[in-house]
């Protein structure tokens, strides 16, 4: 008895055994479809975000162009893109260190903290420059408002009819009568042209501030985009945990074309 006993136990044991070991391999085969799964949709999205930006490129040939709604690709394969012009934001590489403190002020932060942020941030870019607003967080605890208003693209310079009020604020000559005369005509749908015609637009006493920084303000500030970056995402409907492919691409818009400089994945 006590030997059936021992090999009835035994056989238990076995059979736990075995059906532990049988569930760990479904549990990994599951895993393993999961991710295989996956891969397979995240491969079709990053197609779905090339073909947007072939669409993209075309229509900016064909004169039509505007931020994308939903593009339904075929066989549950969709596509969208968003842009973004880059000299809405203030360059973090090349800013001036006083601009880049006027803004970090402005921003709520106090004037002896901005003031050493920003010469840590000028001696860092002396070596390398930053390749995304995000690594200020390496140096201080920069508030997302302050990297809001940053960017690493562009050629550093500040689109008026783009950049928020607080970036233009920050810069040489423009006062609360020029930031408010210039958001107030792109909200009408009037956006300035030049900066002479701003001159023209502002009091004496307004144009007169403008005026004692004219040469500084004049290399700094444009009234249209220089460069665009276009974020393209694809993806597949299939359920809320598909993942999503993004292509992040900078270009320069030419008459004929849009040129792109620089390509991230996301």
Known sequence: MKRRGFALL????TLAAVTVAVGGTLAVLKDGARA????????????????CLAIAGARWEAGRWSDSGSIDLGRGTRCAWHTQDPAARLNLNTAERAVLVSLLTSAGMAADRASALVDSVVARRRHAPFASPEQLRDI??????VLALLTVDGPG???ANAAAPRVLAAL???????????VGRRAGGRPLPSLD????????????ALLAEYAALARLLVFSPAQLEIEAAGWVEADSTTPRASIVVVVVPLPSRLAVIRRRLQ
């Open 36 to 51: 295989s799964r996956n891969r397979i949709l995240l491969a079709r999205g990053r197609w779905a975000a090339e073909a």
């Open 172 to 182: 040489p000559g423009l006062g609360p009568e020029a930031v408010d005369r210039i």
């Open 157 to 159: 310079t500040v689109n």
């Open 197 to 208: 015609a701003l001159v023209a637009a502002l009091s004496p006493a307004g144009r007169a």
């Open 140 to 145: 201080a605890d920069a508030p997302d408002s």
């Open 10 to 13: 035994a056989v238990l044991w």
